[in-house]
């Protein structure tokens, strides 16, 4: 039974910083892509960013980059996302999302297969 558990969501300032956690459990992850979506209210969930379990490589969608990173510890198997220069644009439920590896080698923005219950983060101005 795969299982994300999102943590570390809550009220931070615009310009503040705040770090997501996702531990993943159930299986190995080894092959595996691992995506951070967000859903603000009254939207539809969009992507944010993902990182290939196996190589590392990452793909991070433009409003956010170059603010959020995503990195993950295979010891502990968890991926975070680091987020930096929040603004209140930033406010939405985070989720964590697990997608099995494909034939094609790029990383996903769209099918994953598990996800987590989300963490609301809210950024104030």
């Known amino acids: 039974q795969v299982q994300l558990v999102e943590s570390g969501g809550g009220l931070v300032q615009a310009g503040g910083s705040q770090r997501l956690s996702c531990a993943a459990s159930g299986r190995t992850f080894s092959n595996y892509y691992m995506g951070w979506f967000r859903q603000a209210p009254g939207k539809e969930r969009e992507f944010v960013t993902a990182?290939?379990?196996?190589?590392?490589?990452?793909l991070t969608t433009d409003s956010v980059k170059g603010r959020f990173t995503i990195s993950r510890d295979n010891a502990k198997n968890t991926v975070y996302l680091q987020m930096n220069s929040l603004k209140p644009e930033d406010t939405a439920v985070y989720y964590c999302a697990a997608k099995r590896p494909t034939a094609l080698r790029v990383i996903p923005t769209r099918g994953y297969d598990y996800w987590g219950q989300g963490t609301q983060v809210t950024v104030s101005s």
């Open positions: 990182i290939s379990w196996s190589t590392g490589s990452t």
